[in-house]
T-cell receptor, first 115, second 114 residues
């Protein structure tokens, strides 16, 4: 069955330091992978996606993610964190092997960036 | 331009009541999704529409949940005989084409069943 795991409930990082938010997935076919961010009192916003092609994808606000097929991971990264990056981050996957349209979301990782 | 809107933003229902939640997607968006988000959890897929066709309803938790999108734009999620476990935020999202495109989310409807 398809699933997404975000092993860290919370990530703390100092402003200016690199950040990583981890995501692993399990699918039967090829995955479509997404990262979304939720700021306080705002709706979910798209950050980036991997469909095919280059394993390193770049998205909004300086974020990037690397698709690693052998490790079934899609970790979100940013070279230098900002206080304004503090938010709730969700990894999501659509399993192209099922023929369905379901997008599965992880439980979320709360990122705190300290000044 | 206008984003995805949902109404009402908050709904309190007594156990056993029926509720209807509305979603206005971005104009021209073919795909529409409904999700249920419990406190502290990620969104859980309920159902998917492509235009007016409901192509995937595998996430609807019971036959008390029903969704429609009769003209391929506005969608309504109806919950009959609400139960306390239905309390959650219900999110609607739309996307331009097929479901591999990024989704634009509405602010959600927070449903509380007493």
């Amino acid at each position: 069955a398809q699933s997404v795991a975000q092993p860290e409930d919370q990530v703390n990082v100092a402003e200016g330091n690199p950040l990583t938010v981890k995501c692993t997935y399990s699918v039967s076919g090829n995955p479509y992978l997404f990262w979304y961010v939720q700021y306080p009192n705002r709706g979910l916003q798209f950050l980036l996606k991997y469909i095919t092609g280059d394993n390193l994808v770049k998205g909004s606000y300086g974020f990037e993610a690397e698709f690693n097929k052998s490790q079934t991971s899609f970790h979100l990264k940013k070279p230098s964190a900002l206080v304004s990056d503090s938010a709730l981050y969700f990894c999501a996957v659509r399993d192209m092997g099922t023929g369905g349209f379901k997008t599965i979301f992880g439980a979320g990782t709360r990122l705190f960036v300290k000044a | 331009g206008a984003g995805v809107s949902q109404s009402p933003r908050y709904k309190v229902a007594k156990r056993g009541q029926d509720v209807a939640l509305r979603c206005d997607p971005i104009s021209g968006h073919v795909s529409l999704f409904w999700y249920q988000q419990a406190l502290g959890q990620g969104p859980e897929f309920l159902t998917y529409f492509q235009n007016e066709a409901q192509l995937d309803k595998s996430g609807l938790p019971s036959d008390r949940f029903f969704a429609e999108r009769p003209e391929g734009s506005v969608s309504t999620l109806k919950i009959q005989r609400t139960q306390q476990e239905d309390s959650a935020v219900y999110l609607c999202a739309s996307s331009v084409g097929d479901s591999h495109n990024e989704q634009f989310f509405g602010p959600g409807t927070r449903l509380t069943v007493l």
